[in-house]
């Protein structure tokens, strides 16, 4: 699906897929979290989007909300959940404040809309916030869920996962990747999208296959031994032509994230 340019856009069958993945992550993120009596828990959607599409559904910061929302008498009140909400689109940021300011939320949760690029805004409203005094991220569940490839460097994802208690769950754009991986204008946005030159090897695998099986394999590669990741799941999201889309990568280094969580 290319980039919309409305500020709100139909809900399309394989998104609503991917939301109700991210709703069981979440519902089990939040539940056993809150258990650890962690001063601060920390969502962060990279890519937010308005909060609703245009049937009215809800975005997946609303998902996330709303799973937190189920536990809340489960989460000490010393628990702060902090939600990180990125949007570069000024409209559908001020949408999103609108739909989260409609909610009713605890005490204890605070939210945080910034309209800023992805990496712009982890960094400067959580990252720096902890590391310039030498302190590691909350435990923080990141949705990296993008148009496109471009702003989701691996950089960024391996510095994610370096902190104890930190998981990712990203869309890769595998259908317009693969499109574009030979095009001449774009070997330094893929070098940092994929945190490493190997990607140029597909040029030369013509099928369509082991053209899908290498930019996928080589992906769960960098996760595991760039990012040190111990557990790496994939989901293939195919589209109402059975083409596939993309995937959808969720990594942990945590064991019980992967059999608590992944449904």
Same mark, same amino acid.
């Given at each position: 699906? %290319?980039?919309p340019?409305?500020?709100l856009?139909?809900?399309?069958?394989?998104?609503?897929?991917?939301?109700?993945i991210?709703?069981?992550?979440?519902e !089990?993120?939040?539940?056993?979290?809150?258990?650890?009596?962690?001063?601060?828990?920390? @969502?962060?959607?990279?890519?937010?989007?308005?909060? !609703?599409? !245009?049937?009215?559904?809800?975005?997946?910061?609303?998902?996330?909300?709303?799973?937190?929302?189920?536990?809340?008498?489960? #989460?000490?009140?010393?628990?702060?959940l902090?939600f990180?909400?990125?949007?570069?689109?000024?409209?559908?940021?001020?949408?999103?404040?609108?739909?989260?300011?409609?909610?009713?939320?605890?005490?204890?949760?605070?939210?945080?809309?910034?309209?800023?690029?992805?990496?712009?805004?982890?960094?400067?409203?959580l990252?720096?916030? @902890?590391?310039?005094d030498?302190?590691?991220?909350p435990?923080?569940?990141?949705?990296?869920?993008p148009?496109?490839w471009?702003?989701?460097?691996?950089?960024?994802?391996?510095? #994610?996962?370096?902190?104890?208690?930190?998981?990712?769950? #990203?869309?890769?754009?595998?259908?317009?990747?693969?499109?574009?991986?030979?095009?001449?204008?774009? %070997?330094?946005?893929?070098?940092?999208?994929?945190?490493t030159?190997?990607?140029?090897?597909?040029?030369?695998?013509?099928?369509? #296959?082991?053209?899908?099986?290498?930019?996928?394999?080589? @992906?769960v590669?960098?996760?595991?031994?760039?990012?040190?990741?111990?557990?790496?799941?994939?989901?293939?999201?195919?589209?109402?032509?059975?083409?596939?889309?993309?995937?959808?990568?969720?990594?942990?280094?945590?064991?019980?994230?992967?059999?608590?969580?992944?449904?």
């Amino acid at each position: 699906m %290319p980039a919309p340019k409305t500020t709100l856009w139909p809900l399309e069958p394989h998104t609503r897929a991917k939301h109700e993945i991210l709703r069981r992550y979440l519902e !089990a993120w939040t539940a056993i979290l809150s258990l650890g009596r962690f001063p601060v828990i920390a @969502y962060v959607d990279g890519f937010a989007g308005p909060g !609703a599409y !245009a049937g009215g559904e809800a975005g997946s910061p609303i998902i996330a909300l709303n799973a937190a929302l189920q536990h809340a008498d489960r #989460i000490p009140t010393t628990t702060t959940l902090l939600f990180l909400f990125i949007e570069k689109d000024e409209e559908r940021a001020e949408h999103l404040r609108k739909r989260v300011g409609d909610l009713k939320l605890p005490k204890n949760f605070h939210t945080k809309i910034v309209s800023a690029a992805f990496e712009e805004g982890f960094r400067t409203h959580l990252l720096d916030f @902890y590391t310039r005094d030498q302190r590691p991220l909350p435990p923080t569940f990141a949705f990296i869920d993008p148009f496109g490839w471009s702003q989701t460097p691996f950089e960024l994802v391996k510095t #994610i996962l370096s902190f104890p208690n930190c998981e990712v769950l #990203i869309n890769f754009m595998y259908e317009e990747v693969n499109r574009f991986v030979s095009h001449p204008d774009h %070997p330094t946005t893929f070098d940092r999208l994929f945190g490493t030159d190997r990607w140029r090897q597909v040029i030369q695998v013509h099928d369509k #296959i082991g053209r899908k099986a290498f930019l996928h394999d080589l @992906y769960v590669t960098q996760l595991r031994e760039q990012a040190g990741t111990r557990y790496v799941r994939s989901f293939e999201m195919r589209n109402d032509k059975d083409v596939t889309d993309y995937f959808l990568f969720f990594a942990t280094n945590n064991r019980k994230g992967v059999s608590e969580r992944v449904p």
